[in-house]
């Protein structure tokens, strides 16, 4: 069948009206789409929140350069701490207790031995007591004669003349022991024994430092 012109116009028309019905179409929902974004409120950025890292004793943190510790801190493992400036070390005598490493000691015990009559005289040292802090002498004398033994502990400086031998300590026994102790004895001493009166005697010297 063959359309006229008139119905070919009319179609013509009809799909000139379908066209601009679709795009009108299309231009509404663009519309629509574009205010409904532009509409929608825009979402902030959560803050900033402090991020916790823990390490386990294998992975400790290295730690270098100053830093400041306060407050009561455990430190434990291998310290390696290096001087920088002078340090002051005191000591409180109420709460510590130092003790001191023993020094030097001496013991002379050559036993009983005899002296000869009045005014016979024997020297014993010097002994050196230079690293010593105390001396204690024992004496003995017995079968004495009929007279005393007598002792006597000279300070003795053996760079010096005999003036300078001052007595630190003199006593005199008869059938009798003695034992004397001496804080703080001069570097050197020596012990004299002397028979004061009487025949041939015996005696017994011991002389001991700490």
């Given at each position: 069948?063959?359309?006229?012109?008139?119905?070919?116009?009319?179609?013509?028309?009809?799909?000139?009206?379908?066209?601009?019905?679709?795009?009108?179409?299309?231009?509404?929902?663009?519309?629509?789409?574009l205010t409904l974004v532009s509409g929608s409120p825009v979402l902030a950025a959560?803050?900033?929140?402090?991020?916790?890292?823990?390490?386990?004793?294998?992975?400790?943190?290295?730690?270098?350069?100053?830093?400041?510790?306060?407050?009561?801190?455990?430190?434990?493992?291998?310290?390696?701490?290096?001087?920088?400036?002078?340090?002051?070390?005191?000591?409180?005598?109420?709460?510590?207790?130092?003790?001191?490493?023993?020094?030097?000691?001496?013991?002379?015990?050559?036993?009983?031995?005899?002296?000869?009559?009045?005014?016979?005289?024997?020297?014993?040292?010097?002994?050196?007591?230079?690293?010593?802090?105390?001396?204690?002498?024992?004496?003995?004398?017995f079968n004495n004669n009929d007279g005393d033994i007598k002792f006597t502990?000279?300070?003795?400086?053996?760079?010096?003349?005999?003036?300078?031998?001052?007595?630190?300590?003199?006593?005199?026994?008869?059938?009798?022991?003695?034992?004397?102790?001496?804080?703080?004895?001069?570097?050197?001493?020596?012990?004299?024994?002397?028979?004061?009166?009487?025949?041939?005697?015996?005696?017994?010297?011991?002389?001991?430092?700490?």
């Amino acid at each position: 069948m063959r359309l006229t012109k008139k119905a070919l116009k009319g179609k013509e028309d009809i799909m000139r009206l379908s066209k601009a019905a679709l795009i009108g179409t299309v231009l509404i929902v663009a519309i629509v789409a574009l205010t409904l974004v532009s509409g929608s409120p825009v979402l902030a950025a959560p803050p900033d929140k402090d991020v916790i890292v823990v390490n386990t004793p294998a992975q400790p943190v290295p730690v270098t350069g100053t830093v400041a510790v306060t407050g009561a801190t455990t430190v434990s493992g291998t310290v390696n701490a290096a001087q920088s400036g002078p340090w002051t070390v005191r000591i409180d005598p109420a709460h510590n207790l130092v003790s001191l490493a023993p020094g030097g000691s001496l013991f002379y015990n050559p036993g009983f031995t005899t002296i000869g009559a009045a005014p016979a005289f024997v020297d014993l040292g010097p002994f050196d007591l230079s690293d010593l802090s105390k001396l204690r002498i024992i004496a003995r004398a017995f079968n004495n004669n009929d007279g005393d033994i007598k002792f006597t502990v000279f300070a003795w400086d053996p760079n010096t003349s005999t003036v300078f031998r001052i007595p630190l300590d003199e006593f005199s026994l008869n059938e009798e022991s003695l034992s004397r102790v001496y804080e703080a004895p001069p570097p050197t001493v020596v012990v004299r024994v002397t028979k004061v009166s009487g025949t041939t005697a015996n005696y017994h010297v011991v002389v001991i430092g700490r």
